[in-house]
Structures are given as C-alpha cells and as structure tokens.
C-alpha cells in the first residue's frame, strides 16, 4: 500500500477539499451555537410551525393528550429517585471492565443515557495532554475562543493532543463500547458501532471563577429540525410520539437516524455528524460545582416531554398568551397539575426553547414538569483519563459558575458510527485537517491554518496507530474481516468509495 501522505494527497483530497470550501461556514465560536449565550430570546417561529405541529399529530390527538397525562404521571414518581440519588444515579465503568460490562452497568446506561468510563488513558498521559494544549495556546495568542476577553472555550480541532486523544485505541474501544448499547430493527441496516470515526471538535479550559461559559440546558444535534418532516421526520424518529404512544419510544434504535437532517439552517456549530454519544474526556480533576457537566438522567421521558410540550398549555396561572409563569406559580403543584394543561384547540407557533440554526434549549419556566433545578445532576469527580459521555438526545448543561480552586478542563470526543453519511462528513473533515481549517460543522475562517506547531499529516502517521488513522478517513477501512455482519460489511465499501479509495479485491466481489 501506499504511504498514507502519498495516498492521502492524490485526487479525492484535492477534489474534497473544493467540496469543503464551497459548503464551509462563517467564522464564529461556541456562542453561535446557542441561542441564549448568542443574547438572543425565544419567540414565537414562522407561522408555518403551527402548521407543522397540526400535521404531526393529526388523527391522533386524543391519543397524544392520554400519552400527555401518563408522561406527566412517570416524571412526577421518577423526580424523587434522582434528587435522593444525585450524581450515584449516573453509572460508571472502569476501562478495564467493558469487555465484560456488569448488567446493572447496561441496564442503568439504556435508562439513565449517560456514563462515566474511568481510566480511559492514564492520568499522566492526560496531564501530559493539557500541558501541550496550553502551550499550544500560548505560542498562538491568535486563537478564536468564548469569551474573547477570557477564553474558556477555545476554536482548536488539530493540537497533537486532540488527535492523540481521537486516535489512542483505548478511546476508539470505549466508544465502539458505548455505541454497542445502540441496536438496529434490521440487521442488514447499513451500520458500524465497532468502526468508530474521528469527530473533530474543540476544548474547554475553563478557569475558576469563570460565569460567562454558563451554558444551561439544552440539547445538541438540531432544535426544531427534531418536529420538522425534513429534518428527524425523514427516519420517522419520533412517530411513536407524535402517534400518542411515548412509552414505546426506542432511543436506541439507530437505523431510523440514518436519513435525519439535523442542521436545515446551516447554524455555526450546529451538527450534521450522527453522533450516538456526545462526549468529553477530562484532563483535569473536577467535581460537582466546579465548571463540570450536569444531567437529565430521563433520556426517553425527557425527550418525550420537550417534544410534547409546545402542544399543550396551562389554563390557570399564567397571562393569556403568555408562555411561563413567575417562579413561584411555576413550582406550585395546583399549575403543574394534569387538569391544569390542556392541548391547544388551534396550535401555535411556539416550539419552546427551539430557535432555528441553534441547539435546543431548555428552562424552568419554559418546561416546568421537568423540574430542571432538581433534575440537573452533576457528573461524579472526574480525573484526569476519565471519559463522559452522553445519548444524543439527553438534556445537558454545564455549571453557571466555577466554583472551584483550578482549571475544569476537556477535549470534547463524541462517539460516531460509520454511516455513509458519516464517512461523506469525515471527507470534509479530512479536508480541513490538512488545510488546518475548522471542522465543518464549525465556523469557517482560517481556523489553525497558520498555527504554530500544528501536527501536518506527513507527522501524523508516526503519533497515531492505523485504526486511529482509519477513524481520521486516513486510511482504507478493511471490509474483507470474516466477522463483520452483512450491513458492517456493506457500509465499509461504501465508506471506501465514498473516501476514494480503490480496492481492486472489493471491485471484483462486486
């Protein structure tokens, strides 16, 4: 076989790297991603949202406002449990476990949406990390980060650090770990878990003291796509929802995810990558209060409930036309009462917390029954190796304020299966790697391209082992193994073709 800097640097990266351009987005940070950090405010959306939510639900409306009441009824017996509980709710693995995961573990990760894998790397190979990652920092004072004046958040994807990170075996197993727990209706669904790819994104070093970074909760991967037909209606991800019968939502079901769109409006930092987890691994000891993560550990019921709730209203306690109530007529349990909340007869425009080109966001008062201030956990202490890592759907936040006496820092590693969809991002992704630029779904600009110390590909291939390369769309994915399952095997050749790589064996068993 070639080299991989030959192989890489012939036609498909000169032909890729065109693509990239033409589709690559205006420069911004993390604040574009968010409504609410951006200093927008959530209002009403184009008339056509209320179009949108009659047709979902049309036929099945006394079904949904049944499912509504039952929801509210699970979330009211479910809310004690995580307050008495708090961070233990979360569970936890160490690396050395997963080949042989306990079924309290599994049974607790298909509930709660959120795990914590211990020792992932090694703490001195993490610390190691942090130190080359500050004086990265240091000899490239020019780098985009949020906020400007006291960066917490910075715009890096290619440090030595966060390639060793993406393509070290033990984070490329965890999250083939993870990703196992998801399961495909049909087994010819065209599909990896074992082949994770490489999803660049950035880092946090968020200093104590730090309150701007005060991203509440929210959820990634598209807002309002999540109701629109074009975007998670493609795969028909929700219909059991919309269908009025949430108890049989599946989030682990993946093949119905292959066809979402979950970017329509091409917002700075919104995703288009299937990500099944999102995911950090820390590089630095952090404990609850201390700039770290929190959690809604409903995933199914949570999702359910934020996708409900722009078709129902409360009838009491609230002005006409208004859509939340003060705080204390909030919590009060005469306003989150079933009875109080009645499906809308003409529905409006209001999808809450969704802001087109921005996350979705959630509040107290916009989803009351929720109970975020309770519900919110923190993740458990966190040391230096430990990966965290989160279901796509699951609400998620980051403390208002760090509380804490040193730096919370992480790379932000999700965890991606091979799709075609997937393998056509890496190529862009490839792309930017080697002209130095931001990831796709990131803001453009010229990114690292002119960074000091940035690893080049020619330096890639003696810090990062082949399956590492591979995840980068580096190097060939091998499709001849005896063990891959007939749709594995199918989306490895596509995923070669689609990354221009030639195989004449593949060609002549087609």
């Known amino acids: ?4 800097a030959r192989t890489v640097r012939s036609r498909p990266i000169r032909t890729l790297r065109h693509a990239r351009t033409a589709a690559s987005k205006r420069e911004g940070d993390i604040s574009d991603a968010f409504a609410s950090l951006s200093g927008q405010q959530f209002t009403p959306l184009a008339p056509e949202h209320a179009r949108l939510k009659t047709r979902l639900i049309k036929g099945n409306e006394e079904a949904v406002r049944e499912s509504w009441e039952r929801l509210l009824k699970d979330l009211r017996e479910e809310m004690q449990l995580i307050v008495d509980k708090g961070s233990n709710i979360i569970p936890e693995i160490d690396f050395r476990d997963i080949d042989d995961a306990p079924e309290e573990f599994s049974s607790e990760l298909r509930k709660r949406g959120v795990a914590v894998v211990r020792r992932v790397v090694s703490e001195e190979e993490a610390l190691g990390w942090k130190k080359s990652l500050s004086e990265y920092i240091r000899a490239n004072p020019q780098t985009k980060a949020f906020p400007a004046d006291k ?44 082949h994770p790819i490489s999803y660049a994104d950035r880092l946090r070093m968020r ?19 999540r109701w629109d037909e074009n975007g998670y209606g ?108 009645k499906m ?68 932000y590693i999700p965890a991606c299966p091979l799709t075609e969809d997937n393998a056509k991002y890496l190529n862009r992704q490839r792309s930017c790697f080697v002209d130095g630029t931001p990831s796709p779904d990131f803001g453009g600009g010229e990114g690292e391209s002119k960074h000091v110390g940035r690893v080049g590909i020619d330096e890639l291939e003696s810090l990062v082992k082949e399956e590492g390369r591979r995840a980068m769309g580096l190097e060939m994915w091998d499709s001849s193994l005896e063990d891959l399952g007939m749709g594995e095997r199918v989306v490895l050749n596509r995923a070669n073709k689609v990354g221009g790589w030639y195989d004449p064996e593949v060609e002549i068993r087609r």
């Open 1 to 4: 076989m070639l080299s991989m």
């Open 151 to 194: 960066p917490q958040v910075f715009e890096l994807y290619w440090s030595r650090a966060q390639l060793l990170a993406r393509g070290h075996p033990n984070m490329l197993k965890a999250q083939s770990f993870l990703m196992s727990y998801w399961h495909a209706t049909n087994p010819h669904t065209p599909i990896s878990t074992r």
């Open 207 to 225: 200093l104590p003291g730090d309150a701007r970074f005060a991203l509440g909760p929210h959820v990634d991967g598209g807002s309002v796509e």
């Open 234 to 341: 493609r795969g028909k991800v929700y219909d059991t929802v919309w269908k009025g019968n949430w108890d049989a939502f599946d989030p682990w079901e993946s093949s119905c995810r292959l066809n979402v769109v979950s970017d329509l409006h091409q917002g700075v930092g919104a995703c288009s990558a299937f990500r099944m987890f999102q995911g950090w691994l820390s590089l630095s000891t952090t404990g609850p209060g201390e700039g770290t993560l929190l959690v809604n550990p409903l995933l199914a019921k949570a999702t359910a409930y934020y996708l409900l709730r722009p078709f129902f209203s409360p009838q009491k306690g609230i002005a006409p036309g208004a859509q939340t109530a003060d705080e204390v007529t909030t919590s009060s349990a005469s306003f989150l009462a079933s009875d109080n909340w």
């Open 344 to 411: 809308d007869t003409t529905p409006t425009s209001w999808i809450h917390g969704a802001s087109p080109g921005h996350g979705q966001e959630l509040s107290h008062l916009l989803h009351p029954h929720l109970h975020l201030k309770q519900s919110m956990i923190h993740v458990p202490v966190v040391r230096p190796g430990d990966y965290v890592a989160w279901h796509c759907d699951t609400i998620h936040a980051v403390d208002r304020t760090h509380a804490g006496t040193s730096d919370s820092s992480v790379l």
